[in-house]
């Protein structure tokens, strides 16, 4: 008998270019996106041993992390001098070693894990890789998708390869249907909120389920957007028809009898009936209710209709003192400064739509300065044809270019100290929206509904 | 990269848990386009107050752990981003060493690109080694041939990934390694091409 594979393992053994007596295996990569902020120090390294770019079409580049979201930013508006030449650096790399690169003025431009599959660069079964964290993201369409440092930022620029050990086996398995008003987001940080933000260190999560079959491709691309906050450094969610279909006639996607052939190979891409897993977590989707986080880790989530938690260690304590909350006090009265919708955990345009709906003819509240940054030049383009532009700034929303923006705050997009932010990115991290601000994590329609009533909402008293 | 071998320094004491890329180094440090220079900005929103000057509570600015080059620290050190930033700015400042229960798998990782050395032990070893650092007076001596860390009459051994270990004693470069493969890469290749021409 066969032994049973689970996808990961499939992946991984499609990919295994060498083994080594120590145990550590070499890695075909496929495909390899690239940004300014992870980049600069492994050019020069290239450059200082007499190295070349081994596979430039493999490669691509796009600006996103430090940009200015503001609409005049290609004539300098609210840029910043270091930011700028990081910018100019990746620009002078990518035409030095031959790598195609997406700048500011072309409307495929946008966060990079919004882009590889926008363009189908991003295809199920390949090997993605990139110098930020959230490369996870790509698991969604079946891809074997992990970020990496610097170091093997140059690695794999030298040799399409990366040597590494092989991750073990986890799967979360939801059962049962996500109820009404309750979306991709709640359902990651609900599992988050389950098994903690190091309960999947050292494995790949496969998710499974009803409640992932039911979900679009662009909210699996949230949920594995997260693996990485649950301590996963990849998660997978098996390939599908509606897998295929959102890759057919994307740019980078196999045409003709190629795309045919490739579909023939997609469909082997599940895990075999029985085989085994190192972790299993069972969770059910029917109980779960709009989340939101009110600490500084990701694990520190709660449903909406909660209160924040007493205190019962240090860590809660410090959270809670760095937060300004009190404990005891109903989730629901957090006064916000702050909504940012945007980053590649939820600016894509199925967010747009989620977030348009819930402010469609409202204002938002006399307290709450509120952004929305789309996830690229394509996603924008899509949101301003179906009028969504319109709605956000009728709200009041200032409507943005593409970028990683608030998420991480590497341009003039941040919190103030002591400012609180209502967001749909993926780190509450103290200090991360700007020195000082607080972050809770929420789906873009819970944002929406935070901004009209100016703190923290359970969205489904405004659907 | 630098070889690791032996290791005689003082340990500081970090007894937090879930340290992530964020708080080791901010994202306003992440616009250099060089690997050096960073320490000076390490733990930076815990070392220094908002005008810049340093926070006397905080154990890098007291005088016994000002140059030290190990840490000793909680589970889940080094979670979040991917920034090689992190490991960049820990060297930069001296640590060469940092020793947890658990750490992120992008950031353990990235300590081995650089030459630094993350030793994972048991919740009971940190507990021990924790008291050990908070005495001023102590030095650790790390030994990776031996894997074991000392400090006065005792010790603990650690677990270490065997060609991780190859390559931190030695001080190899990993592309270099990699090359070596070329053939087999090749052959990868030539077969990817046949099998799925659509890459």
């Known amino acids: 008998m066969t032994k049973l594979k689970t996808l990961y393992d499939k992946i991984w053994e499609d990919h295994l270019v060498a083994q080594s007596d120590a145990g550590d295996d070499l890695i075909y990569i496929d495909r390899h996106l690239i940004h300014e902020v992870t980049t600069p120090q492994a050019f020069e390294g290239l450059r200082m041993s007499g190295r070349k770019v081994r596979n430039p079409k493999a490669t691509l580049g796009v600006i996103d992390h430090n940009v200015s979201t503001h609409k005049n930013r290609h004539q300098g508006v609210e840029v910043e001098e270091d930011s700028r030449l990081q910018v100019e650096t990746l620009r002078q790399n990518c035409d030095e070693f031959g790598v195609e690169l997406y700048d500011i003025l072309d409307v495929r431009q946008g966060i990079v894990h919004v882009i590889g599959p926008e363009q189908g660069f991003t295809l199920p079964g390949t090997t993605v890789v990139c110098g930020d964290s959230h490369t996870s993201t790509h698991g969604a369409f079946g891809a074997l998708a992990f970020g990496i440092g610097t170091s093997e930022v140059e690695h794999v620029l030298a040799t399409q390869t990366l040597r590494m050990k092989k991750l073990k086996n986890m799967r979360v398995l939801v059962e049962g249907s996500l109820p009404l008003g309750v979306t991709a987001k709640d359902l990651i940080l609900a599992i988050i909120g389950e098994i903690g933000t190091a309960g999947g260190t050292g494995h790949v999560i496969e998710f499974s389920g009803q409640a992932f079959h039911d979900l679009s491709v662009e909210g699996r691309m949230t949920v594995c957007n997260m693996a990485i906050e649950g301590g996963a450094r990849a998660g997978l969610i098996a390939p599908d028809e509606k897998t295929f279909e959102y890759f057919k006639g994307r740019p980078f996607a196999p045409k003709g009898d190629d795309w045919d052939k490739a579909v023939e190979y997609w469909e082997t891409l599940k895990t075999d009936e029985g085989a085994s897993f190192d972790k299993e977590v069972v969770i059910s989707a029917n109980n779960i209710v709009p989340q939101v986080t009110w600490g500084t880790s990701p694990e520190d989530v709660l449903p909406i209709t909660e209160q924040v938690p007493e205190v019962s260690n240090d860590a809660v304590k410090r959270a809670i003192e760095y937060m300004g909350l009190i404990p005891g006090q109903p989730l629901q009265d957090v006064k916000i400064d702050k909504v940012f919708i945007g980053s590649c955990t939820n600016s894509r345009i199925e967010d747009m739509r989620a977030a348009a709906e819930i402010v469609k003819g409202k204002k938002v509240a006399d307290n709450v300065y509120a952004m929305v940054v789309p996830g690229s030049g394509l996603v924008k383009e899509q949101a301003e044809e179906e009028g969504l532009d319109k709605i956000f700034m009728h709200a009041g929303f200032d409507w943005r270019e593409p970028g990683c923006s608030m998420c991480l705050a590497m341009n003039v997009d941040k919190l103030q100290p002591g400012e609180r932010c209502a967001s749909t990115s993926n780190r509450n991290f103290e200090g991360r929206q700007g020195r000082g601000g607080r972050t809770h994590l929420m789906s873009p329609a819970m944002a929406a509904a935070a901004a009209l009533k100016g703190s923290l909402a359970d969205v489904r008293e405004y659907q | ?199």
Request: aromatic share 10%.
């Open chain 2, 1 to 199: 990269m630098q070889k690791f071998t032996v290791l005689k320094a003082k340990a500081a004491p970090m007894p937090r848990a879930n340290i992530d890329t964020d708080l080791i180094i901010p994202k306003q440090f992440l616009k250099t386009i060089q690997r050096s220079g960073l320490g000076k900005n390490l733990f930076n929103d815990l070392r220094y107050d908002e005008q810049g000057n340093e926070r006397d509570d905080f154990v890098l600015n007291q005088e016994a752990y000002r140059h030290a080059n190990i840490l000793v620290t909680g589970e889940n050190f080094g979670c979040g981003s991917s920034r090689e930033h992190a490991p960049w700015s820990l060297l930069d400042f001296g640590i060469q060493c940092v020793i947890a229960e658990s750490f992120a798998d992008i950031f353990y990782n990235n300590c081995f690109k650089n030459g630094i050395l993350p030793i994972k032990v048991s919740s009971e070893d940190v507990e021990q080694l924790m008291q050990a650092a908070e005495n001023k007076e102590n030095e650790f001596n790390i030994d990776l041939e031996q894997q074991s860390i000392t400090v006065g009459n005792h010790q603990i051994d650690f677990e270490i990934d065997a060609f991780r270990k190859h390559c931190l004693l030695n001080g190899l470069d990993d592309i270099g390694l990699t090359l070596q493969n070329e053939s087999a890469i090749q052959d990868f290749e030539q077969k990817r091409t046949k099998q799925k021409a659509w890459l």
